[in-house]
């Protein structure tokens, strides 16, 4: 049986760039919830509209709540009521060396049936203060059941139907979100920690399967640790990061949530493995998703025997060789070349 061509693992810094799976986002959205549960009785707005600071999304059922200021309102008017008999009251009790003094004398209290009367006044004036504050607070218990933009902005997400009952939010979803930088992309992709202190400022190379005759340019922003679920296997908990990129959007091509590919500028260590590109047989991990392609096999030739698969972790590549790290990679291995 004929052996099959062979490369040997080699040791070895490799520049050019590490491909991970990425994905379009927002660059500012702002989720927008109700401080209260109850029913929609109405929605203003939907996905795509443009919508200003201030503007009514939508409307919680208000019955008890507009009930509440009617009541309130009524009661002040009756302390208000209160109010301008007990002042008439004193005017009456004034001395005539004081009725025309100005403003009613409520400092220091007077004597008599004036003093009786400064009294009630007071305790008036009180009552409507009470009664003027509960209406402040009905009148603002109503303004919650109107859902309003806090920005300007584009409405690219809506949760509920009129009719439907919600939760407060949060805990519960948000009923609206909107785009604050209308426009504005940003590419969000995973790295592992193994890579992260290399990521290096700068543009980088951007594909979409989607747009599969097209590339686009990135600029990264800055690095962040996530704490969501990766789609690449892994079999330890490992601390993953996320890389944010600025992307350019030329004609308004690329939309929120397309599946990309990311090329970011990087160079191995001096002691990394790396083998010819050649070598790596991507049958396996070409049919899994993006995310899980820099996990492939190499078929690792021992003596005469027959060659064996070995997984390995794909890293930097400059289009001709490839960082290779895994169990049972070392240096002077060699492998099958497919």
């Known amino acids: 049986m004929a052996l099959p061509a062979t ?28 401080s209260l549960p109850g029913q929609l009785t109405a929605v203003e707005v939907d996905v ?80 409507y203060d009470k009664h003027d504050a509960a209406l402040t607070l009905a009148r603002g218990q109503l303004a919650r059941r109107a859902i309003r933009a806090p920005i300007d902005g584009i409405v690219v997400g809506r949760a509920f139907e009129r009719g439907e009952t919600i939760a407060a939010s949060p805990p519960g979803p948000p009923l609206f979100v909107i785009d604050a930088r209308p426009g504005h992309l940003i590419l969000r992709a995973e790295v592992a920690d193994d890579y992260v202190s290399r990521v290096q400022t700068g543009s980088a190379r951007v594909t979409f399967s989607s747009l599969p005759d097209r590339s686009f340019s990135g600029e990264v922003m800055g690095i962040t640790a996530v ?66 392609r820099s996990r492939s096999i190499v078929w690792a030739v021992r003596g005469d025997r027959a060659p064996v698969p070995l997984q390995i972790q794909l890293g930097v590549s400059d289009g001709t060789y490839v960082e290779v790290s ?6 002077g291995l060699r492998v099958a070349v497919p």
């Open 7 to 34: 490369v040997t693992v080699l040791e070895g810094p490799v520049a050019g760039f590490l491909r991970v799976a990425g994905r379009l986002d927002f660059e500012r959205v702002v989720r927008v919830g109700a």
């Open 227 to 292: 704490e969501l679920p990766s789609a690449l296997p892994m079999t330890d908990a490992r601390p993953r990061y996320e890389v944010r990129l600025a992307i350019d959007n030329p004609g308004g091509t690329l939309r929120p949530a397309l599946a990309a590919e990311v090329d970011l500028p990087m160079s191995s260590p001096k002691g990394a493995l790396r083998i010819p590109v050649a070598a790596v047989d991507r049958s396996a991990a070409a049919e899994g998703p993006p995310a899980s």
């Open 326 to 331: 895994g169990p049972g990679v070392a240096p």
């Open 48 to 127: 795509g509209d443009a919508v200003k600071r201030g503007q009514l999304l939508a409307r919680l059922d208000n019955v008890d709540q507009r009930s509440a200021v009617a009541a309130a309102g009524a009661q002040r008017q009756m302390a208000e009521a209160q109010v301008t008999r007990a002042e008439l009251r004193l005017l009456e009790n004034l001395p005539s060396s004081m009725r025309w003094h100005g403003d009613l004398p409520l400092d220091e209290l007077l004597e008599g049936p004036a003093g009786d009367a400064q009294l009630d006044l007071i305790a008036a004036a009180a009552w």
